[in-house]
């Protein structure tokens, strides 16, 4: 058996008591938030607009001349990178996790834009995918259901204890899934047992459960013992 991970360096991902999206900690981050949302537009008209091919390789090279501007800026690969240097800078670090993941970063245009918070004994989010998630005509991408299940449920790890990886998710797909309309979940912990976290969640469109989920997380074996006291108080 492998112990290859390091240490479990979660401490800084928090879980919001807020249904509310929080501002970005500062312009920066709010331009960053800006330009996610350009990209997704300009990603959403690629996909829907019958535009001229001359049109589209245009936009294609503005684009790239764009791009190059941004890149000829110091590079900063990660999370973890990005947050040793904003340390070393003495700078506060934005909620990095919430900013830049692939499933609920507000900063990542390849995020649905997805948001997480607390409830009680249990974490509640709110999505709204459209047409580039779509997977069967109009609905929602199976492996896209997938990610956000993965990642509601990591984040829902937050509520008893650190966060450890996923080792196994198993998924009912109970009737297609909608796109461009507010999806809502909802996960619990239903058990732990040892380093295993036994996790549950709902995807919900309108009326009706359209997937649900069930997630076995495996903690570090450096990890806090799970009794360990409210962490988002005990950690930041
Ligand atoms: C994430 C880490 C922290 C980082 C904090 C950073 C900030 C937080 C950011 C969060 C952002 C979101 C993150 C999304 C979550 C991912 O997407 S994680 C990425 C997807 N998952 C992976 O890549 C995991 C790949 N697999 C592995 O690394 C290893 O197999 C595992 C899962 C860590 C287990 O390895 P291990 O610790 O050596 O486990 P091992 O000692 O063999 O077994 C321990 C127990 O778990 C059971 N077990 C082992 N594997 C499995 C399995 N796959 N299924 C079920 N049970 C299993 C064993 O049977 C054993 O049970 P008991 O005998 O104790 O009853």
């Not at 607009?49 to 000829?72: K, Y």
């Not at 670090?93 to 245009?109: I, K, Q």
């Not at 450890?164 to 198993?170: M, P, Q």
């Not at 461009?180 to 295993?196: C, F, H, Q, S, T």
Request: hydrophobic share 40%; net charge neutral.
């Amino acid at each position: 058996m492998s112990n290859h991970h390091s240490p479990v360096d979660d401490h800084q991902v928090r879980i919001s008591d807020s249904p509310e999206i929080p501002p970005a900690i500062n312009d920066n981050w709010q331009a960053r938030r800006e330009l996610a949302d350009a990209l997704r537009r300009l990603n959403m008209a690629m996909l829907t607009a019958d535009a001229p091919t001359g049109q589209l390789r245009a936009v294609a090279a503005v684009v790239h001349t764009e791009a190059a501007r941004i890149e000829a800026n110091e590079r900063v690969y990660g999370r973890k990178a990005l947050s040793n240097l904003y340390t070393s800078r003495q700078q506060q670090n934005p909620d990095l996790l919430h900013e830049m993941s692939p499933a609920s970063g507000w900063s990542n245009a390849v995020a649905p834009g997805m948001h997480i918070w607390r409830e009680g004994e249990r974490v509640h989010a709110r999505v709204t995918p459209d047409w580039s998630h779509e997977g069967p005509f109009g609905h929602l991408h199976g492996g896209v259901i997938a990610l956000l299940f993965d990642h509601v449920l990591s984040i829902g790890q937050r509520m008893v204890g650190s966060i450890g990886h996923t080792g196994t998710l198993t998924i009912r797909y109970h009737r297609p899934t909608p796109i461009n309309k507010p999806l809502r979940m909802v996960a619990d912990v239903k058990r732990i047992e040892g380093r295993k976290k036994f996790m549950a969640a709902e995807l919900w469109a309108d009326n009706a459960c359209t997937a649900s989920c069930e997630g076995i997380f495996i903690a570090s074996r450096n990890a806090l013992p799970p009794a360990s006291p409210e962490p988002d108080k005990a950690d930041t």
